[in-house]
């Protein structure tokens, strides 16, 4: 099984401070919309820890691929991680896939080839996801599933 085998290209992400204040900058220099949610996942580990976390996340969509805004609100997240570390800017690549149980797969190989997961969130019905250290790209990679009849509708809408 390959982590490609089911899975597609679905977003870039960027971690930043203030997320309505760079969706708005990025929503007027290009033309383009930004749906925003605050969650609060029912699970996550960091570092295969637990660890209880919250955060904004804005998708901007463009094509058949987004751009994404992370927001850490609360809790020691990788996202927190490389605010602190780095600053703001370009934290990982997302892989979608069509089923749980596909991600799951996805997640597992990965595992078994030995890299080390450095987040996962469980959403409970929306979805699961889980992040990766990429030591080849010095980045993270994302592997996702979302439940589309069982997200909520966005919060706020900039641009």
């Known amino acids: 099984?390959?982590?490609?085998?089911?899975?597609?290209?679905?977003?870039?992400?960027?971690?930043?401070?203030?997320?309505?204040?760079?969706?708005?900058?990025?929503?007027?220099?290009?033309?383009?919309?930004?749906?925003v949610w605050e969650l609060e996942?029912?699970?996550?580990?960091?570092?295969?820890?637990?660890?209880?976390?919250?955060?904004?996340?804005?998708?901007?969509?463009?094509?058949?691929?987004?751009?994404?805004?992370?927001?850490?609100?609360?809790?020691?997240?990788?996202?927190?991680?490389?605010?602190r570390s780095k600053g703001e800017g370009f934290h990982h690549t997302c892989i979608i896939?069509?089923?749980v149980e596909a991600v799951q797969a996805a997640r597992d190989e990965l595992i078994s080839q030995g890299r080390e997961m450095v987040q996962s969130v469980n959403l409970g019905e929306p979805g699961e996801f889980y992040y990766f250290d990429l030591k080849e790209t010095h980045s993270i990679l994302e592997v996702l599933y979302l439940n589309g009849e069982k997200l909520p509708a966005p919060e706020m809408s900039i641009g």
């Open 1 to 35: 099984m390959s982590v490609t085998d089911s899975g597609t290209l679905h977003h870039t992400c960027f971690v930043v401070n203030d997320i309505e204040k760079t969706a708005e900058a990025l929503a007027n220099a290009f033309d383009i919309k930004w749906n």
């Open 41 to 83: 996942p029912a699970d996550s580990t960091v570092h295969g820890k637990k660890m209880p976390i919250s955060m904004r996340i804005a998708l901007a969509q463009i094509g058949d691929m987004s751009f994404e805004l992370i927001e850490s609100c609360s809790g020691e997240s990788i996202y927190a991680e490389h605010l």
């Open 97 to 99: 896939y069509p089923s």
